[in-house]
């Protein structure tokens, strides 16, 4: 090991603490330094999971905890077989943070506050002697003859053997044009999790309910998402829209987010099932009001808008419902379309698809197959992952493996 070698890592956030204090375990010879443009690191734990830090998802199989990534499936595959999940868990057991696990397996700190997890990273920072140069963005990037790098901000100027860039995910192509100076591909930046608006759709009304099994479709396409689906003043969000907005990150960028969605509001009952529940509700409750005999775990207010929908009367009972009504309310619950009319992104946990082309990585050490020395972690890889913990998993997994070979 040589005590000569300085590793700068381009970016303070989950990806860059995480490689700066592997690259420091596996080489405490190292000199390592964090470069963060702003005034502040990890603002992006700070505010995940609503000041919680959603740190995993505890998904012990590699393969099924791949599957979570529109983007990176495959190479994630691989990069788990150095550090998955349980690694994730032990690492920061090991450093004192208990962490809790829900029944839905997202994994927050015990704590219930992400400070805990900002805490643990500036303690192993300064433990390990790990320099932090706030206010240093990073202008240009030079590669010299003897395959060092010269970095260069705006007042100073930084030499330096290794650099791990961490810079997380780009709203711009403009915000990469300094990596594509070295010639690595890069594939254009798209939002990932986002909210639909629905400018047009009453249903806005209702907002703050929640329903908390539903299926979502965009019509014309086979994309689909699962889970709680919560109605806002500006449209729709929750787990089932924001799964279904990251696996169709690009398709709906190519409509400019003009689309519609068919919401199936009893997860995934089929129609024969359906109609069985509500012949049995119409012989066992015929006398009793339909807005008052509500056969599915649906909240009573949305009940009472779908049945306006089908022009049936929340006064009307259930033996007075005719035939005609019955399909239409049917094809409702299996199959309600609205109209999406432009997203809302939240800007401070924005996710993108897109970022450096994971062709021009080697995934056993996350270094540049373009330029040796150079290694990337995190957002700024096309990678993303749905809600649940799992982006943050990708920026450790990627995080440790770039730090550990750039301090070989």
């Known amino acids: 090991m040589s005590k000569d070698l300085r590793i700068s890592v381009i970016g303070g956030g989950a990806a860059g603490f995480f490689a700066a204090i592997a690259a420091k375990n596996h080489n405490p010879l190292a000199q390592v330094q964090i470069l963060e443009k702003t005034s502040h690191v990890l603002a992006k734990v700070k505010i995940s999971g609503g000041g919680r830090c959603n740190v995993c998802h505890a998904e012990f199989n590699n393969r099924k905890l791949a599957e979570h990534y529109p983007r990176g499936e495959k190479f994630l595959k691989k990069a788990f077989e150095q550090f998955d999940a349980s690694s994730t868990m032990e690492w920061f ?9 829900y029944p839905d397996g997202c994994v927050f700190p015990l704590s219930n506050t992400s400070q805990s997890i900002i805490d643990c990273f500036l303690r192993e920072a300064k433990k390990l002697d790990i320099e932090l140069l706030l206010h240093h963005g990073i202008e240009s990037i030079e590669i010299q003859e003897t395959g060092d790098f010269i970095l260069k901000t705006k007042d100073k100027t930084i ?72 109605i806002t003043h500006w449209g729709m969000s929750g787990p089932a829209i924001l799964q279904l907005s990251a696996w169709g990150a690009r398709i709906l960028a190519e409509v400019n987010y003009q689309f519609s969605i068919l919401i199936n509001w009893l997860d995934e009952t089929k129609e024969s099932e359906l109609r069985d529940k509500l012949e049995n509700t119409r012989k066992l409750h015929g006398g009793k009001m339909i807005s008052n005999q509500c056969p599915f775990p649906i909240p009573a207010r949305l009940w009472i808008f ?103």
């Open 159 to 230: 030499s330096t053997n290794r650099v791990i860039v961490t810079t997380g995910g780009q709203p711009k192509l403009s915000g990469m044009h300094w990596l594509e100076t070295l010639g690595h591909p890069v594939i254009p930046p798209v939002p990932s999790l986002f909210t639909f608006n629905m400018p047009e759709e009453p249903i806005k009304e209702f907002m703050g309910l929640v329903v908390e099994k539903a299926t979502v479709r965009i019509e014309g396409q086979k994309l689909l998402g699962k889970g709680p689906l919560l």
């Open 93 to 101: 057991e090991q450093r004192n943070v208990a962490l809790k696990t």
């Open 306 to 408: 779908l049945l306006s929908k089908n022009e049936i009367l929340a006064t009307s009972r259930w033996n007075e419902v005719n035939p005609k009504q019955i399909n239409k309310l049917v094809n409702t619950l299996l199959n309600d379309r609205y109209q999406v009319q432009g997203k809302t992104t939240f800007k401070e946990e924005f996710v993108t698809a897109g970022g450096i082309d994971l062709t021009e990585i080697q995934v056993q050490s996350m270094e540049s197959k373009q330029v040796p020395g150079l290694f990337f972690a995190g957002e700024i890889m096309d990678i993303d992952g749905i809600t649940g913990g799992f982006n943050f998993q990708a920026a450790w997994t990627t995080g440790f493996i770039a730090g550990k070979h750039a301090a070989l």
